[in-house]
């Protein structure tokens, strides 16, 4: 597989310094992810809310996510900016995080929610960019997979971490703890921020490149990623379902404190396929890698549709999606940095991280709403067809192996495409609208 002539030199950087920035990077996703893992509780256990409230807070959040991290990869091309970013979204994420404990609303949760995941996108674009950049060209596969690997590792702190105070202090008490990891993130970026030497000035003002990035063979991979990020519902959705099935089990803790610890699963699995799917995408391409993570994903979903819900069942479920997801999240990450020109790239990592976050508001409002109009069943395989078409799309990838793609065929993607941004739109004021009918 041959890498983009334009790829940029590896750029050392200060042990001292990387690992501060990785420990402060790991810290802040387990803070994040104990608190997602607490979500379904919160809303479902505390607060009462309707299953619908859990999607649309996640829908919310999604949708201020995607905003931030299309936001952040322009505003990352300046590198003056880059750690005041950092900084910011640490401490910001970790005061909203305590806010949530304290809510007492579904709405205000989608507020906060939606909040943390705006200061979480705007930082998202550069970590991702920079791993291209320190590692050699010849290794964008190994390199990102191990990036991946040690996130969703560092994930599996977070549910634990909820667990521990879920049994010890409530669901609020263990909103609060979450906090803790947080708040050493936050100490971590400032301190960095306040010893970071003055970055050299602009070459270009920053500005929002989205269309470049649909062009040539970075677009080809784009167009298939956006369809299936279309339908690809945030794990907090599986969390829900795992929830509701353990409640017709005999089980010495509650369904949701079961939930939480089968969630570590997915978050193990994944950590566990990245690294080996970054080796897969380096030796086999990262389509093919996609296209194998979408096959394992949807057998995962119709697990969880209808599985009795016994606990070896769902642990099953939670593995083949973790393992899947992690596959595909290298894949896609490593088809940008190949793909991408350099003077293009913290804006493809931007438009990446939004495609993934908008698609995570259109699937989850989705398939809330069908869930509850039709069943759990329907709203898992929602994603089903969408999930095809995108491996569709896929093969017929262009310059990526030599095929073209005819006109017509073309001119539907793209019309498909240009319609992506009313459905999201439509689903945030939708997803607004229902928070308050279904509180």
Known sequence: MTVSA??????PVPRRKFFAGRSATLLSTA??????SLLPALL??????????LGLVEGLASAADGVARLGGGALSEDPRRRGWISAGSYVVMTALTGLIAVATSSLQVGALRAGTATARGLRSPQRYAAVPERAGSAGYGRAFGLERGLHHLASVGGPLLAFAGLAVFGVRGALLVAVVPGVVAAVLGVRMLRAR????????PVRLRVRPVYRGALGRLMTGITLFEAVNFAAVLLILRATTLLQRQDLPLSPAAVAVLLY?????????AAPLSGRLVDRFGPVRVMTAGVAALLGAYAGFAFAEGTVPQLVACFVAAGAASGAIEAAEHVGVALYAPVDLRYSAFGTLSAVRSFGRLTATVGATVVWTALGPQWGLLLAAPFMAAAVGVMALRGPLTGLSIPPRLRALVRLALVALLPVAVAALLVALGLLRVYP
């Open 6 to 11: 334009t790829a940029a030199p590896p750029v």
């Open 31 to 36: 803070s994040d992810e104990a608190s997602t």
């Open 44 to 53: 479902s256990v505390t607060l009462g809310s309707s299953p619908i409230a």
């Open 197 to 204: 030497p003055p970055a050299p000035p602009a070459k270009s």
């Open 264 to 272: 570590l699963f997915w978050r193990l699995a994944a950590a566990g």
